[in-house]
């Protein structure tokens, strides 16, 4: 039996599905590494803020996180792991069936609805 | 957070090396001009010009990466074989979302996208304008014209950056917020086909380096905005 479109919602993967994470996630899956100012710009968040969310990314194996050196300053480079790589895919997949059951769910209920008279 | 922002965090990831203007199309751009300046001005301004273009262009390509560098960090793209993702692009079409998400690095990407200009060109060349001509049957090439030499060379710099342009804009994914290139494309891409006759004055070396040079300075800064306003305007959500 198919899910219904809360069930569906109710199984996404909480360590993606947050606006700041998604955010980050989608950014690496478009390149092979980004520092840290490279994502703090494209996310629009503090450091504090990134610094956090990159914590938990890193703590739950999504991403992988390298420290390093340049001109005497620390560079933090931050790339998804494989495991990252395919969780932010199958994401990607569920919220495509999740938007298709979601309409189809609405045209169902639709039907439901008696006409008056 | 819409799937548009999230969108454009991809796109901008994804093209983030290309969309750093100051850092390629605009040097290449004033270096054209700074050549243009050379070919067409007389007296003192042909000193001074060329070389204070030539001498930004010098600096910006200096500077620019370390400009890009501590403004906006660092990224680094997939890397793959160029071979394999051109295959793969001309199997669909460029359609987008049917491409792999790895890229190929940005030189050889222009390699490429340079080796199929010019390829394209000579192709429209030889089908529309074929360096001979046949005379009661017989096939006789025409040369040692040096206008009409001129000429042709000419139209080839017009194809040549207007296909750079139009190329540029496939790889791009045919963005709605780059309509630039495919704007300049066509302009440069009619000059170099219909030129001598809708713009006879544009078949000459020093307008079509103006002409040239300045579009890709032009992209170049659309480039750079673009990057700033998306890298630099950015907010806590």
């Known amino acids: 039996m198919n899910a219904t479109p809360f069930e569906q919602i109710a199984n996404l993967d909480r360590r993606v ?59 933090t480079l931050v790339r998804l792991s494989d495991d990252g790589r395919g969780t932010i895919e199958s994401y990607w997949k569920e919220m495509e069936e999740l938007r298709r059951s979601a309409a189809g769910w609405r045209l169902q209920r639709t039907e439901l609805v008696p006409t008056p008279g | ?27 290449v751009g004033l270096m054209t001009l700074s050549v243009a300046a050379l070919a067409s001005l007389t007296g003192w301004p042909r000193m001074i010009l060329p070389a204070a273009l030539f001498a930004g262009a010098c600096l910006l390509l200096l500077g620019a990466g370390r400009y890009y560098r501590s403004t906006f960090g660092e990224t680094e793209g997939v890397q793959t074989e160029p071979i394999a ?19 190929i690095p940005v030189g050889p990407r222009f390699l490429i996208l340079g080796g199929l200009a010019c390829a394209v060109f000579i192709l429209f060349q030889l089908l529309f304008w074929p360096p001979w001509v046949t005379i009661d049957s017989e096939v006789v090439f025409w040369s040692g014209d040096p206008a009409m030499t001129r000429a042709m060379l000419i139209r080839m710099i017009y194809g040549l950056c207007g296909l750079f342009f139009l190329g540029t804009s496939w790889l791009r994914e045919q963005r709605l917020s780059q309509p630039y290139l495919l704007g300049i494309g066509l302009l440069l891409s009619g000059l170099a086909t219909l030129g001598p006759w809708l713009a006879p004055a ?36």
């Open chain 1, 17 to 75: 599905h947050d606006p700041a994470r998604l955010s980050i996630l989608t950014a690496l899956s478009a390149c092979e590494r980004a520092d840290f100012l490279f994502l703090q710009r494209i996310t629009g968040l503090t450091k504090g803020n990134l610094s956090s969310h990159l914590s938990k990314l890193e703590e739950t194996g999504l991403v992988e996180t390298e420290k390093r050196f340049v001109n005497k300053k620390t560079q």
């Open chain 2, 1 to 27: 957070m819409e799937i548009q922002d999230l969108d454009r965090i991809r796109f901008v990831t994804r093209h983030f090396r290309e969309l750093q203007g100051f850092r390629r199309l605009v040097p």
């Open chain 2, 85 to 103: 993702e051109l295959s793969s692009l001309l199997l669909t079409a460029g359609w987008p979302t049917q491409r792999p998400q790895p890229v």
């Open chain 2, 202 to 237: 544009s078949i000459a070396f020093g307008v079509a380096l103006l002409v040239c040079g300045s579009s890709l300075v032009l992209a170049g800064l659309l480039d750079h905005w673009q990057l700033v306003r998306v890298l630099g305007t950015r907010e806590e959500e």
